[in-house]
């Protein structure tokens, strides 16, 4: 399975981006996909994830209520969209895929697939 991240950008305090996250290649071994975060010289960080099927959301605490993640139908495009941005969420942001549904679904261990992430910028 392959995935790419893209979407990112410069924004201002307050604004909003939409990511998307492309999937393509053979999913049978994934039953959720992850949105995480990294930014210079801290560890990759968890955002949100979503089961394939749609019904199971979680979020982090820091982006409850500020993000939300989604995905097509046909589970080859994903989004996080980001609202109310803040300075600390600035980052590269990579989606990945795992099998797990619910426990250690926030584990960026469980998850494969990771390409290139998309760089989120937030100035004051």
């Known amino acids: 399975v392959q995935l790419q991240a893209s979407g990112g950008g410069l924004v201002q305090a307050g604004g909003s981006l939409r990511l998307s996250c492309a999937v393509s290649?053979?999913?049978?071994?994934?039953?959720?996909l992850g949105w995480f975060r990294q930014a210079p010289r801290t560890e990759k960080e968890f955002v949100a994830a979503?089961?394939?099927?749609?019904?199971?959301?979680t979020y982090a605490d820091s982006v409850k209520g500020r993000f939300t993640i989604s995905g097509d139908n046909d589970k080859t495009t994903f989004y996080l969209q980001m609202n109310s941005l803040k300075p600390e969420d600035t980052a590269a942001y990579y989606c990945?895929?795992?099998?797990?549904?619910?426990?250690?679904?926030?584990?960026?261990?469980?998850?494969?697939?990771w390409g290139q992430g998309t760089q989120v910028t937030v100035s004051s």
């Open positions: 990945a895929v795992t099998d797990a549904v619910v426990h250690n679904i926030r584990d960026p261990v469980m998850y494969h697939g």
């Open positions: 290649g053979r999913t049978f071994r994934s039953r959720s």
């Open positions: 979503i089961n394939w099927s749609g019904g199971y959301r």
